[in-house]
C-alpha cells in the first residue's frame, strides 16, 4: 500500500520501519529520540541471519524502494550525523528504507545462501537505490559509506556460483555505480570484471 501512494504520516512510516527491521531481525532495533527531543528515528545495527518469515517482506521491499511517490523527508528521520536537522526534503516514499536495505544486503550471513528470489530482488534493490534515490541529499549522503560495502559485498557475489541472471545483475549493480560516480578506479575496476566476464563467456561457448 506505501508503494502505491497511499496517504501515511512520517510518525506512522517509522513505526512500520520499526516493526520490519525487528521482523528481518536486526539487532538493537528501537524508535530513538534526537538529542533535542524533537524528532525520532528508527536506530538498528546489523543482521546476521534473515529468518524464512521475514523473506516475504524483504521481497517486497524493492516494490517500496522503486515507488516513484515523492514524501517528505527530514535528516533528523533518517539518522546519521544530521539528527538535528529538522528541513524537509522532497525524495521518495521508499527513501527512508534506504538504509534497512543497504545495510541488511551487507551484514547478513552469507548471502548467496538465501532464496534466488530474495537475491534477485536483493540486487535489484541496491539498482534501484542507485538510480532514484537522492544519495546526494542531506537526508541521504551519509548511506553513500554503505552504498560503498553493500557495492563490495556485491563484488563478493560475482565470485560465487550464484547463477548466470543473479551475475548479471551484480554487474549490472556495480556498472551503475560506476557510471553515476566515476572514478578512475572505478572505471578500472568495471574493465576488469568485464574482461573477467568475457573470459567466463568465451570458455562456456568453447566447452
Known amino acids: 500500500m ?10 506512522s512510516l517509522l513505526k512500520i520501519k520499526l516493526y520490519f527491521v525487528q521482523l528481518i531481525g536486526f539487532h538493537d532495533a528501537a524508535i530513538a529520540p534526537t538529542p533535542n527531543g524533537h524528532a525520532f528515528h528508527v536506530r538498528f545495527t546489523t543482521v546476521d541471519k534473515i529468518p524464512d518469515i521475514a523473506l ?4 517486497e521491499l524493492l516494490n ?17 550525523p544530521y539528527l538535528e536537522d529538522e ?16 545495510i541488511m544486503f551487507y551484514t547478513v550471513e552469507d548471502i548467496s545462501s538465501l ?18 534515490h537522492d544519495l546526494e541529499s542531506r537526508p ?14 556485491t563484488l563478493d557475489l560475482l565470485l560465487q556460483n550464484i547463477g548466470y541472471e543473479l551475475r548479471q545483475l551484480a554487474f549490472s549493480a556495480i556498472q551503475a555505480f560506476t557510471s553515476k560516480w566515476p572514478s578512475p578506479v572505478g572505471t578500472l575496476l568495471l574493465y576488469v570484471i568485464s574482461m573477467r566476464r568475457s573470459m567466463f563467456l568465451c570458455i562456456l ?3
Open 140 to 153: 541521504l549522503k551519509h548511506l553513500q559509506t554503505h552504498l560503498r560495502k553493500a557495492l563490495r559485498r
Open 87 to 102: 528541513d524537509l526534503w522532497q525524495l521518495l516514499i521508499g527513501s527512508i528504507f534506504v538504509d534497512v536495505s543497504l
Open 64 to 80: 517500496v524502494l522503486d515507488s516513484h511517490h515523492p514524501f517528505h523527508l527530514a535528516p533528523s528521520a533518517v539518522g546519521g
Open 56 to 59: 516475504p517482506c524483504v521481497n
Open 115 to 132: 532464496p534466488v528470489l530474495t537475491i534477485k530482488s536483493m540486487l535489484e534493490s541496491l539498482i534501484v537505490i542507485i538510480h532514484k
Open 205 to 207: 561457448k568453447i566447452v
Open 2 to 11: 506505501i508503494a502505491d501512494g497511499i496517504a501515511i504520516d512520517l510518525f
